[in-house]
């Protein structure tokens, strides 16, 4: 059989999928809204000429502020004024049920490319029974840790929390007696913000916890396995983590681990480049592993980011629009983003990629870890999301910083979402 050239497959692949939905009536040009910036602008371009070249159609981006608070604000404005000059939407993984009125259904038209994605991701972007958005790339956070570290003080990559504990405090205790007083066990984003319900959520859902509210709407967050998973975090601050973790974000975690001052650090993926960089403390000593379980019976749990492609449903040229879709969220167009710009596929074969195994290490790394992602639970609360999550957010900040035992504070959040669910969500 003749081997067919990259070239070839590219062109087979989208010949099918124009197959699939009929050849264009005319030429269009579509309008793409995306926040990306810099020079992902100009790798977009590079991106869809494939596409372009097989349709006859063409993509304008209509570049967006950095800001996933502002770009959320611009796109409500505009679906709900209607607006029919944007045929797709780039969307954060948590948007999808709080637009989802806005978008076409596209489980028909994705019926054979869904199956091939984490099937977490197409679930996140599932909403009553309608697939509203498709993964083109996504996110989910690990456990770094200092393989030299571990390695001199005869240490395992720990598997669940309580043996990264004990050997985040055995190994700072041991450092710092030799005198290195700056180093801390772990380090992890425990600011009042989203970012600490992407923490905390892996803790109870590792515990065994649940997911705060469930997919049917139970609000699950008041139970003895979270309680135990706040306290266990609790019981981090002052001891492997230093109290300004209170107040930290990515960067601030980040900026720690990359001098050298941590043994392990929960983080995204982004970090890995950045902590091999050059001027990095720690480059070419850390490792990357599936963040911690609770114990016996649970399992490790990684909240799931990412982004996502819809279409518009007020759009005139939704034909264009869906195939467009469908390629950006196909393997040619995942795998071309993988390699130039280190973004994680969704499609699940593509961790097994030898090309991309080459040319970016780091993605077989995250396959375990998004085998285990988890999704917030913006698809059963819909357009009340934020005012759940900062609830959630706040309550275990409390806990965290002693404002109240853990128990205390998700019973009255129970009470709050309880509340926020009875007026509608």
């Given at each position: 059989?003749?081997?067919?050239?990259?070239?070839?497959?590219?062109s087979a692949a989208l010949g099918a999928l124009m197959a699939g939905l009929g050849a264009p009536a005319m030429?269009?040009?579509?309008?793409?809204?995306?926040?990306?910036?810099?020079?992902?602008?100009?790798?977009?371009?590079?991106?869809?000429?494939?596409?372009?070249?097989?349709?006859?159609?063409?993509?304008?981006?209509?570049?967006?502020?950095?800001?996933?608070?502002?770009q959320f604000g611009q796109y409500r404005l505009w679906l709900a004024a209607g607006a029919s000059d944007i045929?797709?939407?780039?969307?954060?993984?948590?948007?999808?049920?709080?637009?989802?009125?806005?978008?076409?259904?596209?489980?028909?038209?994705?019926?054979?490319?869904?199956?091939?994605?984490?099937?977490?991701?197409?679930?996140?972007?599932?909403?009553?029974?309608?697939?509203?958005?498709?993964?083109?790339?996504?996110?989910?956070?690990?456990?770094?840790?200092?393989?030299?570290?571990?390695?001199?003080?005869?240490?395992?990559?720990?598997?669940?929390?309580?043996?990264?504990?004990?050997?985040?405090?055995?190994?700072?205790?041991?450092?710092?007696?030799?005198?290195?007083?700056?180093?801390?066990?772990?380090?992890?984003?425990?600011?009042?913000?989203?970012?600490?319900?992407?923490?905390?959520?892996?803790?109870?859902?590792?515990?065994?916890?649940?997911?705060?509210?469930?997919?049917?709407g139970t609000i699950s967050v008041n139970n003895e396995n979270a309680v135990a998973a706040l306290e266990t975090?609790?019981?981090?601050?002052?001891?492997?983590?230093?109290?300004?973790?209170?107040?930290?974000?990515?960067?601030?975690?980040?900026?720690?681990?990359?001098?050298?001052?941590?043994?392990?650090?929960?983080?995204?993926?982004?970090?890995?480049?950045?902590?091999?960089?050059?001027?990095?403390?720690?480059?070419?000593?850390?490792?990357?592993?599936?963040?911690?379980?609770?114990?016996?019976?649970?399992?490790?749990?990684?909240?799931?980011?990412?982004?996502?492609?819809?279409?518009?449903?007020?759009?005139?040229?939704?034909?264009?629009?869906?195939?467009?879709?469908?390629?950006?969220?196909?393997?040619?167009?995942?795998?071309?983003?993988?390699?130039?710009?280190?973004?994680?596929?969704?499609?699940?074969?593509?961790?097994?990629?030898?090309?991309?195994?080459?040319?970016?290490?780091?993605?077989?790394?995250?396959?375990?870890?998004?085998?285990?992602?988890?999704?917030?639970?913006?698809?059963?609360?819909?357009?009340?999301?934020?005012?759940?999550?900062?609830?959630?957010?706040?309550?275990?900040?409390?806990?965290?910083?002693?404002?109240?035992?853990?128990?205390?504070?998700?019973?009255?959040?129970?009470?709050?979402?309880?509340?926020?669910?009875?007026?509608?969500?």
């Amino acid at each position: 059989m003749m081997k067919m050239t990259g070239r070839a497959l590219r062109s087979a692949a989208l010949g099918a999928l124009m197959a699939g939905l009929g050849a264009p009536a005319m030429a269009e040009e579509l309008f793409y809204v995306s926040g990306a910036v810099g020079n992902a602008v100009e790798n977009f371009k590079t991106l869809v000429k494939p596409w372009e070249e097989a349709t006859g159609h063409t993509v304008t981006m209509v570049p967006m502020p950095a800001s996933t608070t502002d770009q959320f604000g611009q796109y409500r404005l505009w679906l709900a004024a209607g607006a029919s000059d944007i045929d797709l939407y780039q969307t954060d993984v948590i948007w999808a049920p709080q637009l989802a009125d806005h978008f076409v259904d596209l489980t028909e038209v994705a019926k054979d490319l869904a199956p091939t994605h984490f099937p977490s991701i197409i679930e996140s972007q599932t909403v009553n029974g309608k697939l509203v958005a498709l993964p083109i790339f996504t996110d989910a956070p690990a456990l770094y840790y200092r393989k030299d570290l571990l390695e001199k003080h005869g240490k395992a990559v720990p598997t669940t929390w309580a043996e990264m504990q004990e050997t985040a405090q055995f190994i700072q205790d041991a450092e710092r007696a030799a005198g290195d007083a700056d180093i801390w066990g772990f380090v992890w984003q425990g600011n009042a913000y989203e970012g600490l319900t992407c923490n905390a959520l892996e803790w109870v859902k590792s515990f065994g916890g649940g997911q705060i509210v469930e997919a049917d709407g139970t609000i699950s967050v008041n139970n003895e396995n979270a309680v135990a998973a706040l306290e266990t975090a609790k019981g981090w601050v002052g001891t492997i983590s230093p109290e300004g973790v209170l107040a930290y974000q990515e960067e601030e975690a980040r900026g720690l681990w990359q001098t050298g001052n941590a043994v392990f650090m929960r983080n995204w993926p982004y970090a890995y480049g950045l902590g091999n960089g050059e001027d990095s403390a720690v480059k070419g000593l850390f490792g990357v592993t599936p963040l911690p379980s609770g114990g016996e019976g649970s399992g490790s749990a990684a909240t799931l980011g990412g982004w996502n492609v819809a279409v518009s449903k007020y759009s005139t040229k939704q034909e264009a629009a869906i195939s467009l879709a469908l390629y950006l969220a196909g393997p040619e167009a995942q795998k071309q983003r993988a390699l130039t710009e280190s973004n994680l596929p969704t499609i699940v074969s593509l961790y097994d990629d030898a090309e991309i195994a080459a040319a970016q290490p780091i993605i077989p790394q995250w396959k375990e870890v998004f085998l285990n992602a988890v999704p917030r639970p913006s698809a059963p609360t819909l357009g009340k999301y934020n005012e759940v999550s900062a609830r959630f957010w706040s309550a275990v900040h409390s806990t965290l910083s002693g404002n109240g035992s853990a128990a205390e504070n998700l019973e009255l959040l129970e009470v709050e979402l309880t509340d926020i669910k009875g007026s509608g969500w």
